[in-house]
């Protein structure tokens, strides 16, 4: 199988997961936000990987990674600040 049909397929299951845990998000509370967060910053290195071609250069590869577990954090954060506060 060509690497982006295993991409689409990963990314396809990937969501279908996402949007049996946003089922339970309510009963799961802040571990449903970290899984979810988790899987969105998943299909990210996908895409980027896979569809953008980043695989082949490490440089931005190492960039967009930080980049985007750099947001993820802050969006962690920023969904259970209201409880510390």
């Known amino acids: 199988m060509d690497g982006l049909i ?7 299951a990937l969501s279908a997961i996402t949007t049996v845990l946003a ?3 309510v009963e799961w509370g802040g571990g449903v936000a970290v899984a979810i967060l ?4 998943w299909k990210a290195r996908i895409i980027l990987n896979n569809y ?3 695989e082949t250069s490490g440089f931005w590869r190492r960039g ?11 969006a962690l954060g920023l969904y259970f600040l209201p409880t510390v506060m």
Not at 38 to 41: A, D, E, K, N, P
């Open 6 to 12: 295993k991409a689409w397929v990963f990314l396809v």
């Open 64 to 74: 967009f990674n930080t980049s985007i577990g750099m947001f993820l954090l802050l």
């Open 38 to 41: 988790i899987l969105s910053g």
């Open 23 to 25: 089922t339970f998000s």
């Open 52 to 54: 953008l071609g980043l």
